[in-house]
């Protein structure tokens, strides 16, 4: 077999998992649980938890993958024994079902970037007036609606898939490496840009009021949902749970400091969570929304076409938001496949674009009746999101702070030098409240389920 791929630089490697951590979490969820959740104050507790639980989280997956120099199955079964390699499945199953809806709701991204070309938002929404007169519903509501199922829904998930196919197909430096090389600044520059534009709209100024403004009291009313929330969204933000992270440190040729690096990816994805919040909601209250609560998987395009349609230059300005998005999206959603793809090429033997096609075909099939649909896509979430990464994430923090920490410490060591206590430190983080943590979220999710 061929040798494995590695990384052709320490900053492909970073911009590959920042590439994979910026998504959908940073730019839709983040700003919206912490504008709900007290601001300033929810911030606080949400860099706590990142602090806490992420980073010594992302560091079990990092150790793990570089040790093994394997996919989740194949990493998992090296350091346990053969029973775990079906624990390692868990992971692919977890990509292989958030990939297949993730794709979906990309393709949605696509088309309302694509829809702007085409006219202005405000022309759009004109088009939808008489139907939502008819039905009594919010415009913007009634043209989500019709665009987020049925052919055109279809249409751009299947090129969604092509193009993230197409990157994995490619491999480590000549598909993944190189693309997201160009996305992740693109990501940057285009939400600065977007912020400052914000900063310069009358009536903004409120926007960073409802954001920032710390209220304490918001978060002791409400611990008890913030806490969860803020836990998982560590946990899902910097992508972990899924075994990217064990992947993506698989490529890793040569020993360096993988607390620096997690440290820069983790530095990266909570800036652009925070930078979003200065883009979104400077751009509603402009727009005169007021009250941009949460709502549903569509909430996001109702919105902000909303706002897209009053704002001047609302055009341009929801041309490059729903392009951005879309971009980091795709950063993603390559990184998913790169888990499905790498467990064939590395337990089956099997040629990369050949892995690629092939697993990419399944799951694309299996997003197809989200697009006619969009109960699968709640079905598909609460399950693989609710249960599967919690249940994926625990088994690790389990096998890696119970069953094998001498590996670990002395794995994090290397690059570093004798991590003394801190070695012990961060074994117990990841053996107690991690682990509790994690339980408490798993309970959760399965009471939601069923
Ligand atoms: N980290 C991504 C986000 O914040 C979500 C994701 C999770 C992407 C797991 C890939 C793998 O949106
Ligand atoms: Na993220």
Not at 72 to 84: E, H
Not at 96 to 117: D, K, Q
Not at 202 to 220: D, K, M, Q, R
Not at 334 to 354: F, M, N, P, Q
Request: hydrophobic residues 55%; charged residues 10%.
């Amino acid at each position: 077999m061929a040798q494995r791929e590695t990384w052709a630089t320490r900053t492909g490697f970073i911009l590959a998992a920042v590439g994979s951590a910026v998504g959908l979490g940073n730019i839709w969820r983040f700003p919206f649980v912490a504008g709900e959740g007290g601001g300033a104050a929810f911030l606080v507790m949400y860099l706590l938890f990142v602090g806490l639980i992420g980073f010594p989280a992302i560091l079990v997956e990092f150790v793990v993958g570089r040790r093994t120099e394997r996919n989740p199955v194949g990493a998992l079964m090296q350091l346990g024994g053969n029973t775990w390699k079906y624990i390692g499945g868990v992971f692919i199953v977890t990509g292989f079902v958030i990939l297949s809806y993730y794709s979906v709701v990309a393709g949605w991204f696509i088309r309302y970037f694509l829809e702007g070309l085409r006219s202005s938002y405000a022309s759009q929404l004109a088009g939808f007036e008489s139907a939502a007169a008819e039905a009594g519903a919010p415009v913007a509501a009634v043209m989500f609606g019709e665009l987020s199922t049925g052919i055109d829904a279809f249409v751009f998930h299947t090129l969604f898939m092509a193009v993230t196919i197409g990157v994995v197909a490619l491999g480590i430096r000549r598909g993944i490496e190189l693309a997201t090389k160009l996305m992740v600044p693109a990501i940057v520059l285009l939400l600065v840009g977007m912020a400052v534009w914000a900063f310069t709209l009358s009536g903004s100024s409120a926007g960073y009021e409802y954001y920032l403004s710390p209220e304490f009291g918001v978060i002791l009313d409400n611990w008890t949902s913030l806490l969860p929330a803020a836990a998982g969204q560590a946990f899902f933000t910097l992508s972990l749970g899924m075994g990217v992270m064990i992947t993506y440190a698989s490529y890793l040729g040569e020993d360096r400091n993988l607390t620096k690096d997690a440290l820069t990816i983790i530095g990266f994805d909570t800036g652009i969570a925070f930078l979003t919040g200065l883009v979104v909601f400077p751009i509603f209250f402009a727009a005169g929304i007021t009250e941009p609560g949460e709502g549903g998987p569509g909430a996001i395009f109702v919105s902000m076409t909303e706002a897209f349609a009053t704002l001047s230059g609302g055009r341009i300005l929801g041309i490059l938001f729903f392009g951005t998005v879309a971009i980091a999206a795709l950063s993603s959603a390559i990184s998913l496949l790169e888990v499905v793809t790498a467990y064939l090429i590395d337990e089956k033997g099997v040629e990369r674009w050949k892995a690629s096609l092939g697993m990419g075909g399944v799951i694309y099939l299996l997003g197809v009746p989200v697009t006619f649909d969009l109960i699968f896509l709640d079905l598909l979430d609460l399950f693989a999101d609710g249960i599967l990464l919690v249940f994926g994430a625990l088994v690790l923090m389990i096998l890696v702070g119970w069953i094998a920490p001498q590996f670990a410490v002395e794995e994090l060591s290397k690059g570093i030098g004798d991590l003394g206590s801190l070695g012990q430190a961060w074994i117990w983080a990841v053996r107690v409240p991690i682990i509790i943590v994690l339980l408490v979220s798993l309970s959760l999710g399965v009471m939601d389920y069923v």
